[in-house]
């Protein structure tokens, strides 16, 4: 997990990964996400990994319902892509990191 | 807060039979329903209610929790449609403050949104976030209820339809098991109870409302699918939504159960008295006028009416083709003031265009106007009206309101107008069974000076003329005109 301390930089991307405790899909979803941002994102990415078990109070906020759930915080607009991640093209063009746009707006 | 009762502590007036071990019901607080399923839906499993568009089935989830909110048994809101402040509007029009449930923690309202083209699908997942989600509203007020309205929504926003319909499988054996109380809405399929045959899931009950349109009027159905381990009723039950929200008219006809009195009651004629043995009708019976235009039906009625507000006792008239304003002067111009009566509170006069709603709506209107005002004789003026549903409906109306009245022991005087030259074939056979006393009303021929006739066609087990007294209009009543003696009782019984 990459942690880059203190205020997101300008062109710094917000991630939220949902998950429901430590099973073996979660586990995969982070370890795929991670891999497809460090190719992509080096060094202008965070992850944040929220927990419902611990915290079922945070899935109203981004409307969970299924897990595992990422949402794209920043860049706006908000995305989700939900699974495992397995398949990193949709996950790229879930994240718009996939031509079309180039994802470079400012906030 | 009320303690909840529970089914053994609050004797229904259906009780079940001996063979099967009562089954714990909730009750719904919706009028009739729990009459007609004898206690309300079943405890700690999941109903399923569904229907078409405007059923009502949202309606219906939000009484059930609301009446369990006021009583004790916390309830979750599980929307997948509408918002929070959509809910709050819709039921605040029926009196109920949501908010302030919410605020005491004995209402939660969980807005779920799953928008398709916000979610990318890539590899495996569940819906534990749904459960987690629903977990934490049960958990945080304690909820004993919940809705899932609509729950299906799920399928216009998630695409994996084999891992939605395990999910669901798994959420009702999960909300069974925790012992709540669910109502699960879904929408009426092509061809299916739902489109996505959530009727395989949820199998302990169910409950499709049909909401219909024949002639440009609105009728609602409520049919009890299947109620596993309970007895119910499998007629489709009229209900309507008014006001104080769904009401359901349970059908108790078919029981026959009614008692009989030997009391009689008299139809504010002397010699209209006179042709029933000179004691008029029996208290609890129905009576029929039938006759073409200007044969004085609603003068007879009228006059019955006066008798039992002379006496002290309470009466309403359902008046379907005049204002209570025409209705009153009209009845002064042959004899009566029915306005003081109406002052003193003995009579009300309901008047209301028969078109304007269903069937359904007028039954279910007279049953809260009787049980509010609780009269001893009611007026219903003309049946005929009614006669634009078809003939069925009308029957099993006329049914359920004669039901209805025989129940609580209150005298029915109707009127029905026969359209052309008045012949007594052209009455509905269907609805002549129900009508105890049955009179003719005919003009009399041309060059008669304009006098009427009447004949009592039958009267059940009471001894009546059977001869045909004319009688002219004046302005102080009915009067008879032809000699008394060919009037005197004969014995005779309906059929």
Same mark, same amino acid.
């Given at each position: 997990?990459?942690?880059?301390?203190?205020?997101?930089?300008?062109?710094?991307?917000?991630?939220?990964?949902?998950?429901?405790?430590?099973?073996?899909?979660?586990?995969?979803?982070?370890?795929?996400?991670?891999?497809?941002?460090?190719?992509?994102?080096?060094?202008?990415?965070?992850?944040?990994?929220?927990?419902?078990?611990?915290?079922?109070?945070?899935?109203?906020?981004?409307?969970?319902?299924?897990?595992?759930?990422?949402?794209?915080?920043?860049?706006?607009?908000?995305?989700?892509?939900?699974?495992?991640?397995?398949?990193?093209?949709?996950?790229?063009?879930?994240?718009?990191?996939?031509?079309?746009?180039?994802?470079?707006?400012?906030? | 807060?009320?303690? !909840?009762?529970?089914?053994?502590?609050?004797?229904?007036?259906?009780?079940?039979?001996?063979?099967?071990?009562?089954?714990?019901?909730?009750?719904?607080?919706?009028? /009739?329903?729990?009459?007609?399923?004898?206690?309300?839906?079943?405890?700690?499993?999941?109903?399923?209610?569904?229907?078409?568009?405007?059923?009502?089935?949202?309606?219906?989830?939000?009484?059930?929790?609301?009446?369990?909110?006021?009583?004790?048994?916390?309830?979750?809101?599980?929307?997948?449609?509408?918002?929070?402040?959509?809910?709050?509007?819709?039921?605040?029009?029926?009196?109920?403050?949501?908010?302030?449930?919410?605020?005491?923690?004995?209402?939660?309202?969980?807005?779920?949104?799953?928008?398709?083209?916000?979610?990318?699908?890539?590899?495996?997942?569940?819906?534990?976030?749904?459960?987690?989600?629903?977990?934490?509203?049960?958990?945080?007020?304690?909820?004993?209820?919940?809705?899932?309205?609509?729950?299906?929504?799920?399928?216009?926003?998630?695409?994996?339809?084999?891992?939605? #319909?395990?999910?669901?499988?798994?959420?009702?054996?999960?909300?069974?098991?925790?012992?709540?109380?669910?109502?699960?809405?879904?929408?009426? &399929?092509?061809?299916?109870?739902?489109?996505?045959?959530?009727?395989?899931?949820?199998?302990?009950?169910?409950?499709?409302?049909?909401?219909?349109?024949?002639?440009?009027?609105?009728?609602?159905?409520?049919?009890?699918?299947?109620?596993? &381990?309970?007895?119910?009723?499998?007629?489709? *039950?009229?209900? !309507?939504?008014?006001?104080?929200?769904?009401?359901?008219?349970?059908?108790? %006809?078919?029981?026959?159960?009614?008692?009989?009195?030997?009391?009689?009651?008299?139809?504010?004629?002397?010699?209209?008295?006179?042709?029933?043995?000179?004691?008029?009708?029996?208290?609890?019976?129905?009576?029929?006028?039938?006759?073409?235009?200007?044969?004085?039906?609603?003068?007879?009625?009228? *006059?019955?009416?006066?008798?039992?507000?002379? #006496?002290?006792?309470?009466?309403?008239?359902?008046?379907?083709?005049?204002?209570?304003?025409?209705?009153?002067?009209?009845?002064?111009?042959? &004899?009566?003031?029915?306005?003081?009566?109406?002052?003193?509170?003995?009579?009300?006069?309901?008047?209301? #265009?028969?078109?304007?709603?269903?069937?359904? *709506?007028?039954?279910?209107? !007279?049953?809260?106007?009787?049980?509010?005002?609780?009269?001893?004789?009611?007026?219903?003026?003309?049946? %005929?009206?009614?006669? /634009?549903?078809?003939?069925?409906?009308?029957?099993?109306?006329? !049914?359920?309101?004669?039901?209805?009245?025989?129940? #609580?022991?209150?005298?029915?005087?109707?009127?029905?107008?026969?359209?052309?030259?008045?012949?007594?074939?052209?009455?509905?056979?269907?609805?002549?069974?129900?009508?105890?006393?049955?009179?003719?009303?005919?003009?009399?021929?041309?060059?008669?000076?304009?006098?009427?006739?009447?004949?009592?066609?039958?009267?059940? &087990?009471?001894?009546?003329?059977?001869?045909?007294?004319?009688?002219?209009?004046?302005?102080?009543?009915?009067?008879?005109?032809?000699?008394?003696?060919?009037?005197?009782?004969?014995?005779?019984?309906?059929?």
């Amino acid at each position: 997990m990459s942690k880059k301390p203190a205020r997101a930089r300008r062109d710094e991307w917000i991630l939220r990964l949902y998950v429901a405790g430590r099973s073996a899909r979660s586990a995969a979803a982070l370890r795929n996400l991670e891999a497809i941002c460090e190719e992509h994102l080096a060094g202008r990415y965070r992850i944040e990994v929220i927990d419902l078990v611990k915290h079922p109070q945070l899935a109203r906020g981004d409307q969970i319902v299924a897990v595992p759930t990422l949402v794209r915080h920043l860049p706006p607009p908000m995305k989700k892509i939900i699974g495992d991640l397995s398949n990193e093209e949709s996950v790229l063009v879930g994240l718009d990191l996939r031509p079309r746009r180039k994802a470079a707006r400012t906030v | 807060m009320l303690p !909840m009762p529970t089914s053994t502590s609050r004797p229904r007036r259906a009780a079940p039979s001996p063979a099967v071990p009562p089954l714990g019901k909730a009750s719904t607080g919706i009028d /009739g329903f729990d009459q007609i399923t004898g206690g309300g839906l079943p405890r700690g499993r999941p109903t399923l209610v569904c229907g078409g568009p405007g059923c009502g089935k949202t309606l219906f989830g939000l009484e059930f929790l609301i009446h369990g909110a006021e009583r004790g048994e916390p309830g979750v809101f599980v929307t997948f449609e509408e918002t929070e402040q959509d809910l709050t509007q819709n039921v605040a029009s029926l009196g109920h403050n949501l908010p302030q449930l919410v605020r005491q923690n004995r209402l939660a309202i969980e807005y779920i949104r799953v928008e398709r083209s916000e979610i990318e699908e890539t590899g495996e997942y569940d819906l534990e976030g749904l459960f987690i989600r629903l977990d934490h509203a049960l958990r945080s007020i304690k909820a004993k209820r919940i809705v899932l309205d609509t729950i299906e929504s799920l399928f216009a926003g998630l695409s994996n339809t084999g891992v939605l #319909r395990a999910e669901l499988r798994r959420l009702f054996a999960w909300l069974k098991e925790r012992r709540i109380t669910a109502v699960i809405t879904g929408e009426r &399929g092509s061809d299916t109870l739902t489109r996505q045959g959530l009727e395989e899931y949820v199998s302990d009950c169910v409950i499709f409302l049909d909401h219909r349109i024949n002639d440009e009027v609105s009728t609602r159905r409520l049919r009890i699918v299947k109620y596993r &381990g309970s007895s119910h009723g499998t007629n489709e *039950y009229p209900f !309507m939504i008014d006001r104080r929200g769904i009401a359901v008219l349970p059908v108790t %006809s078919l029981q026959l159960i009614h008692e009989a009195t030997s009391e009689r009651i008299p139809t504010g004629l002397r010699w209209l008295d006179a042709m029933f043995g000179g004691e008029g009708y029996f208290r609890g019976s129905s009576v029929l006028f039938s006759g073409a235009a200007g044969t004085a039906k609603t003068t007879l009625a009228a *006059y019955f009416l006066d008798a039992a507000c002379r #006496r002290g006792e309470r009466a309403i008239c359902f008046q379907f083709e005049e204002s209570p304003a025409q209705y009153s002067r009209n009845m002064r111009s042959v &004899g009566l003031d029915l306005g003081r009566w109406v002052k003193n509170r003995r009579l009300q006069i309901h008047a209301a #265009r028969p078109t304007l709603y269903g069937l359904e *709506y007028h039954l279910a209107t !007279m049953h809260r106007e009787v049980d509010d005002f609780q009269p001893s004789v009611v007026v219903v003026d003309p049946l %005929s009206s009614f006669m /634009g549903g078809s003939f069925q409906e009308i029957n099993s109306m006329v !049914m359920r309101l004669i039901d209805l009245l025989k129940s #609580r022991g209150i005298t029915g005087v109707f009127t029905h107008l026969i359209p052309g030259s008045g012949s007594a074939q052209e009455v509905e056979v269907g609805v002549s069974s129900l009508i105890d006393t049955w009179i003719l009303l005919r003009n009399a021929p041309p060059g008669e000076d304009g006098g009427r006739h009447l004949s009592i066609l039958k009267s059940r &087990g009471m001894a009546h003329s059977d001869a045909r007294r004319s009688f002219v209009l004046t302005g102080d009543g009915p009067r008879a005109t032809n000699d008394p003696d060919d009037a005197r009782p004969r014995r005779g019984g309906g059929r």
